[in-house]
């Protein structure tokens, strides 16, 4: 559920930039001042939203490292837990063959005595 949280919050944020930025290009398009003027008001904001969206792209990057890492290491750990259990589910097999190989035993020297 924060992953969603998360994901909404980044989507929002995208938006908010971008609306802020496509306000504020339209405000430079359609203010009284000069084309040369205009021009690099309008390069400086677009330096500006790229520096802000490079910025997004590597805390997303980031986030997506995390969870990518962190799922490694839960794989990680429910692997090396399947080894312990079919260890233990091994070990618990080879004694109930020997138990019943034993029990064979026993009823094969009772029936053997029985019989003669």
């Keep these: ?24 290009g339209a405000a430079l ?16 904001i677009a330096r500006r939203a790229r520096s802000e969206a490079e910025e997004m792209v590597e805390d997303f990057t980031d986030k997506v490292t995390d969870v990518v890492d962190n799922l ?8 090396a837990r399947g080894k312990e259990i079919s260890q233990d589910v091994k070990k618990d097999l080879i004694k109930a063959f020997e138990e019943g ?16």
């Design 1 to 24: 559920m924060s992953e969603d949280k998360n994901n909404t919050l980044m989507v929002g944020s995208l938006m908010l930039i971008a609306g802020g930025i496509l306000g504020a």
């Design 29 to 44: 398009l359609f203010a009284p001042q000069s084309g040369k003027k205009t021009r690099r008001d309008i390069k400086k």
């Design 72 to 79: 490694n290491d839960k794989t990680q750990d429910i692997l």
């Design 101 to 116: 190989k034993d029990r064979l035993e026993k009823e094969k020297s009772r029936l053997a005595r029985m019989l003669g």
